[in-house]
């Protein structure tokens, strides 16, 4: 029983110090997801053009643009407000859309 507890206590311990080592990490980690996804997408991705290529991509990594996407904009608008922060989350979500694009073109060739 002790060992039990003393194995369980210990887990507990370490993946508590690992969640807190992925909250400050989060950002770097949601880029790396999101960069492997666009890599992957892109090799599996219609070849006839850069906009097809580009619309297979963005459905397939949806949820990891989503994590970067709400992780830039939460920087972006932090201490704006009204008109101020919808205009730098309007930037920051183009910025993101034209990254995307970009690796999309560079990894399948399809540049215009």
């Known amino acids: 029983m002790k060992r039990v507890l003393t194995v369980s206590l210990l887990a507990t311990a370490l993946l508590g110090s690992v969640a807190h080592a992925s909250d400050a990490d989060r950002q770097e980690s949601a880029e790396k997801r ?4 666009i890599a992957a997408g892109a090799s599996t991705a219609p070849k006839a053009s850069l906009a097809n290529a580009i619309q297979h991509v963005r459905a ?5 643009i989503g994590d970067v996407a709400e992780i830039r904009v939460s920087e972006a ?4 407000s009204g008109e101020e922060a919808e205009e730098a989350r309007v930037r920051t979500i183009r910025e993101l859309n034209n ?5 999309v073109a560079n990894f399948t060739g399809l540049i215009p």
Do not use: D
């Not at 608008?77 to 704006?80: D, H, I, M, V, Y």
């Open 77 to 80: 608008t932090e201490g704006l």
């Open 34 to 37: 999101l960069r492997g996804c």
């Open 99 to 103: 990254e995307i694009a970009y690796a």
């Open 60 to 64: 397939f990594c949806g949820p990891q």
